[in-house]
């Protein structure tokens, strides 16, 4: 396993990373009265993993804390299934692309919980 020095090194902000960009570049097409709804609420969420992943990380010494703040990502990233939700049913996004980012939020948000569940093995 390769070392983890900060919260970049960690496979679930890698992936969080990496679909907050995808929704980011889906989201641009989305109707521009959605701009400070839907939109905005999407990106903020899908970004608000990641954010919370470096809190986190600063904080694994205090497992109450470190538990707290993932705690935080996944409701995070559940609020995004939410938004793709809508996404869908509002016919912005493609059933391909929709089924591709929630399959990823479901694997970023079992990742979090099995770092939830085992708090102790972060504390590096």
């Given at each position: ?23 980011y570049k889906l989201s641009k097409s989305f109707p ?28 694994r010494r205090y497992p109450k804390n470190f538990v707290?703040?993932?705690?935080d990502c996944e409701a995070e990233a559940a609020e ?45």
């Open positions: 396993m390769a070392k983890i020095a900060t919260h970049k090194d960690l496979r679930v902000y890698q992936a969080a990373f990496m679909a907050a960009m995808d929704i521009v009265e959605e701009k400070f709804s839907l939109t905005d609420q999407i990106r903020r969420s899908s970004r608000s993993v990641c954010a919370n992943l470096a809190e986190a990380f600063r904080k707290s703040k993932l705690s995004t299934h939410v938004w793709l939700d809508f996404a869908l049913a509002c016919e912005y996004v493609t059933i391909e692309d929709y089924e591709k980012l929630y399959k990823e939020y479901d694997m970023i948000l079992g990742m979090l919980v099995k770092m939830i569940v085992e708090p102790e093995k972060w504390n590096l």
